[in-house]
């Protein structure tokens, strides 16, 4: 399945925006997430939600202000993210999984499938 991520930008610290990842195919049996790269730093989990939606973790550092969620009708994932901060500022990911199981779904070399990337800014 291939993604495709959106929704990147440019926000000034306590904003918000929302990011999407559209896939080419069905992807309701697939584990879903989010990470991000910030210059110089190493991938980091965001977020990821279940198979069908029904469970979700975030890294603690997002934790109460960013929010993934999927419409699988839609073949979509999204993240919506407020009260941004500027080390939230990175490029960021999402990836999807069939075969994963659940204690992987936060380790990035478990998912076979990435978007290109979304560069969010956080910045005054």
């Given amino acids: 399945v291939q993604l495709q991520a959106c929704g990147g930008g440019f926000v000034q610290p306590g904003g918000s ?4 990842c559209a896939a080419s195919g069905r992807v309701s ?5 989010w990470f991000r790269q ?6 980091e989990f ?4 279940k198979r ?13 202000r ?11 994932m999204y993240l919506q993210m407020n009260s941004l901060k500027p ?3 990175a490029v960021y990911y999402c990836a999807a999984d069939n075969t994963i199981i659940h204690s992987s779904r936060f380790r ?7 978007g290109q990337g979304t560069l969010v800014t956080v910045s005054s």
């Fill in 38 to 43: 910030a210059p110089g730093k190493e991938r």
């Fill in 17 to 20: 925006l929302r990011l999407s």
């Fill in 108 to 114: 990035a070399e478990h998912y076979d499938n990435w």
């Fill in 87 to 89: 080390e939230d500022t």
């Fill in 46 to 49: 965001v977020a990821v939600i």
């Fill in 66 to 76: 960013f929010t993934i969620s999927r419409d699988n009708a839609k073949n979509t």
């Fill in 29 to 33: 049996n697939y584990y879903m997430a």
């Fill in 52 to 64: 069908y939606g029904d469970t979700t973790d975030y890294a603690d550092s997002v934790k109460g």
